[in-house]
């Protein structure tokens, strides 16, 4: 077995700052994903990495960055932080395309 | 690009009823099937998964069905408790390295 954990658990910032989620996976699976998902809405991907220092583009990868430093964690950076972005981060991993992924608890993002 | 639907977003029933949560795709190249169960407050987690369309899992009061021709895969459930009370997606992987989910389904099962 593995987990996923992330950090923090909650995140409040102020309106244009700049704010990192962290994410580590001990599974060793090659891909790792950060969503977005609003209050009682579905996921939306931000980005994703196959390998190590990958980074694909997801459909809401505008105001993110991300860094896959090593296998094991992947980062996203709010850059500049907006109210309506208020939600919760999702980070996931996955050992191949012929698997299911695996959620970590997520990050609840609050923007003051 | 690949379109997943899911139908109802919102689904009550009472303790004991059936309920049925369907998915429909648009990529053929899609293989494998996923359903994710997430209460409230808490993650994601996988329910079941199929591969094929001879494949009809069951599991935790679930039966799992996937119709390729018509490319559509249905999460049904027999007997609802109110435990059920969640909300499920369905994704769907094909050969890109992101799977595709359906925006989710809220289940409330009433005692």
């Known amino acids: 077995g593995g987990i996923i954990t992330q950090t923090p658990k909650f995140l409040i910032g102020q309106e244009g700052q700049k704010l990192t989620l962290k994410c580590q996976q001990n599974?060793?699976?090659?891909?790792m994903y950060w969503y977005r998902q609003d209050s009682g809405k579905g996921l939306r991907l931000i980005y994703y990495?196959?390998?190590?220092?990958?980074?694909q583009k997801g459909d809401l990868s505008e105001g993110y960055d991300a860094s896959r430093e090593k296998k094991s964690s992947f980062s996203l950076t709010v850059t500049s932080a907006q109210k309506n972005e208020m939600a919760v981060f999702l980070c996931a991993s996955r050992r191949d395309s012929y698997a299911e992924q695996f959620f970590g608890p997520g990050t609840r993002l609050t923007v003051l | 690009g690949e379109q997943v639907e899911q139908r109802p977003p919102h689904l009550s029933v009472r303790e004991g009823d059936s309920a049925v949560i369907t998915c429909t795709y648009t990529d053929p190249n899609s293989y494998y099937f996923f359903w994710y169960k997430q209460e409230p407050g808490a993650s994601l987690q996988l329910l079941m998964k199929v591969f094929s369309s001879t494949e009809i899992n069951e599991g935790q009061g679930f039966t799992v069905l996937l119709n390729k021709k018509d490319k559509r895969l249905s999460l049904n459930l027999t007997a609802a408790h109110p435990g059920d009370s969640a909300a499920y997606f369905c994704a769907v992987n094909n050969n890109n390295n992101a799977p595709r989910f359906g925006a989710g389904t809220k289940l409330s099962v009433k005692p």
């Open positions: 599974f060793n699976h090659d891909t």
């Open positions: 990495s196959i390998t190590e220092n990958d980074l």
